[in-house]
């Protein structure tokens, strides 16, 4: 009994620690807690099902915060969350259509690059503090943005990361969007591609029902927490820390493919 209380706790702070730093980057936060899972025993499916339930909610509640604070529009994130399917369903088709063991390695190598490029890279990061234009301004015939969502949804499905990890820098140097709104607008994102797996997962009845509540409680929690918190943090901080979650990816996709 008590073993099953603390696995209980002990994941419930897991979620709402990697919902929390998730959200402060933009992103779900799946490639924290999915990973973690697997090493406590959970199988792929299991740790997968559970990650993307702590990503829908805490995406839910966070976007709640963002819109709050003005860092968000909802009518361009429902966009560009809509723009993300497509590239999700090329993503998997392609996926069972070739060997992608090298695209992997080729992957991992050029995430690795890009972290390295946003830690020595500094951009503008004076006119990232200052006070920002309303996010609908800033995306208003920002066509750049356009492109990118489509590009996130296809490499999430290929190589089975989160979009978000890739979004928000892509929104930032790409589309030149302030970080605090980039990050904003990428977590708002997640919750449309979250939606959908975890649609897929429900129907196949491949969802921890024992552990849905936990992790959706640890999600919605950290939602507000990290959005609250990322506001008072600054943009090179939160770019740094972005940089880091990349890295952390990169390495993790080629210790699966090469070993």
């Not at 099902?49 to 509640?61: I, K, Q």
């Not at 208003?140 to 490499?155: D, E, H, K, M, T």
């Not at 589309?175 to 649609?199: E, G, R, V």
Request: charge should be positive; proline fraction near 3%.
């Amino acid at each position: 009994m008590l073993d099953s209380v603390f696995m209980v706790v002990f994941l419930f702070v897991l979620a709402l620690l990697s919902s929390t730093l998730g959200t402060l980057i933009g992103a779900g936060g799946g490639f924290i807690l999915t990973p973690l899972l697997v090493l406590l025993g959970f199988s792929p499916v299991e740790a997968v099902g559970t990650g993307l339930v702590m990503v829908l909610t805490s995406s839910v509640s966070a976007s709640f915060v963002f819109h709050r604070q003005g860092r968000l529009s909802l009518k361009h994130g429902v966009i560009l969350g809509m723009l993300t399917l497509p590239g999700a369903f090329v993503g998997s088709w392609v996926l069972t259509m070739l060997d992608v063991q090298l695209f992997k390695v080729v992957f991992g190598l050029s995430l690795a690059l890009i972290s390295a490029y946003m830690i020595v890279k500094r951009r503008n990061d004076a006119a990232d503090e200052m006070v920002y234009k309303s996010p609908s301004v800033l995306f208003q015939n920002n066509y750049r943005s356009l492109v990118i969502p489509p590009v996130a949804g296809f490499v999430a499905a290929m190589f089975g990361i989160g979009g978000g990890i890739l979004m928000a820098p892509a929104l930032i140097y790409l589309a030149d969007i302030p970080t605090h709104i980039a990050t904003a607008t990428s977590k708002f994102i997640a919750l449309f591609s979250s939606f959908f797996a975890l649609s897929m997962l429900l129907s196949y009845g491949l969802l921890n029902m024992v552990l849905l509540p936990t992790i959706a409680a640890a999600g919605l929690i950290g939602g507000q927490i990290g959005a609250v918190v990322s506001k008072h943090v600054k943009a090179r901080m939160i770019k740094t820390i972005i940089a880091a979650a990349i890295l952390t990816v990169s390495i993790n996709i080629l210790v699966r493919t090469l070993l």
